[in-house]
């Protein structure tokens, strides 16, 4: 996954190709685990491979699972997440280390299979923590419970050229000591923090526009540090919430720095579901709510969608007419010319026009499907 996943499954679905391949297949963090890695991905594109022979030609099959291999080659399984995706045309492959869960396979179509990556990540709280203290900061990426990365040197990000700030991890060379005796006789050791706490949040805030989404940052430290950066932050509204309760932030590993924010990532889910509810009555009450599927389909293929509301699990079937913007549903999802899940067509289209997507449990969903419309 990079910080602009969003953006690049965004130009995945705008891809047409035949064929068009894709391969999703499950993949481990740790040693040992990690070792069967490679021949998960030896047998996924052996599948792809004889899936390509008999619907194309050999060249064809050949040309694309070179230009595969060429794409892995170096390709290092020390650093894979929970997901490995492939998506391959003959003038381009992609392949994403994902923090997401799912289903494993190969598919060849002239679309790829990006549905339940948009579905997922729509569902999943990501977002970055940046661990300040006195003497150190760290940025950390991740998704729901899952680290994805920290950044160091090695981000592409914070290549020369590419990343004017300073690069995480980034160390206070204004304060000289931590000695209590010298901190003490340091009128202006505040005033010198918060210096150093507000060229982190440059980089920081460097870092999140470069993304190009918005992404919620939830701050890490002790108290006092918090408040500083607080002050200093130059988008304060982008910050979710904190944690000063968390122990070894120099040297503690990614996973134990976000296990600790645990609490305040649910805080901020059940808060967005709460203004959730209420944004549902207000759109309602102003008229620009739409809780018919047909009418839902079509304001969101002309880009009207706001905000998208979803039952989490909701999947509906259906025969999709885009000339007329119109569809018809189906009960069996395999029949000739079915969309297997016309709620994920939705999704997508909200979500390449600029609209918000958010996944309801059951005990708070009051309809399957609802779209709070611009106008």
């Known amino acids: 996954m990079t910080v602009n996943l969003k953006h690049t499954l965004k130009n995945l679905r705008a891809v047409t190709a035949d064929p068009a391949l894709s391969v999703l297949l499950k ?9 069967q890695d490679p021949i998960a991905l030896k047998n996924a594109l052996s599948d792809a491979s004889a899936r390509l022979t008999g619907e194309y030609d050999k060249r064809t099959s050949d040309e694309l699972m070179t230009k ?58 990501h977002y970055y923590v940046v ?37 995480f991890p980034i160390e206070n060379t204004t ?18 923090l918060k210096e150093f706490l507000n060229r982190v949040d440059k980089s920081v805030q460097e870092l999140i526009g470069k993304s190009g989404e918005k992404i ?28 000063d309760n968390i122990t070894d932030l120099e040297n503690g590993s990614s996973a134990h720095i976000i296990a600790g924010v ?31 599927l047909q009418s839902i389909y079509q304001s969101a293929y002309q880009g009207l969608g706001e905000r998208l509301y979803v039952r989490i699990g909701y999947i509906q ?39 918000d997507v958010v996944f309801l449990p059951q005990d708070l969903a009051q309809d399957d499907i609802a779209l709070v419309t611009r106008y």
């Open 27 to 35: 993949t481990h963090r740790t040693h040992p685990q990690n070792e």
């Open 317 to 355: 079937p259906a025969l999709v007419d885009e000339s007329m913007q119109s569809l018809t549903l189906a009960d069996d999802p395999a029949g000739d010319g079915v969309t297997d899940d016309v709620v994920s067509d939705i999704i997508e289209l909200v979500a390449s026009h600029g609209g």
């Open 68 to 125: 595969i291999q060429d794409a892995l080659t170096d390709f290092d399984h020390n650093y894979n997440l929970d997901t490995l995706a492939i998506f391959a045309t003959k003038d381009d492959v992609q392949v994403l280390r994902l923090p997401l869960d799912v289903t494993p396979r190969v598919v060849v179509d002239k679309k790829f299979a990006t549905r339940e990556l948009v579905r997922e990540l729509s569902h999943a709280v």
């Open 175 to 192: 304060l000289y000591t931590t000695s209590g005796a010298d901190r003490s006789a340091a009128s202006n050791e505040d005033n010198y």
């Open 131 to 167: 661990v300040v203290t006195r003497t150190h900061a760290r940025l950390i990426e991740a998704v729901n419970d899952r680290v994805v990365r920290e950044f160091d040197q090695n981000s592409p990000e914070q290549e020369r050229g590419v990343f004017d700030n300073l690069p």
């Open 262 to 292: 645990q609490d305040a990532v649910k805080a901020y889910h059940d808060e967005r579901q709460k203004q959730s509810l209420e944004g549902i009555g207000l759109a309602k009450s102003r008229g620009l709510l739409r809780t018919d």
């Open 216 to 243: 919620p940052l939830f701050v890490v430290g002790d108290a006092r540090n918090i408040s500083f950066y607080k002050d200093v932050c130059d988008r304060p509204d982008i910050i979710a919430g904190s944690a």
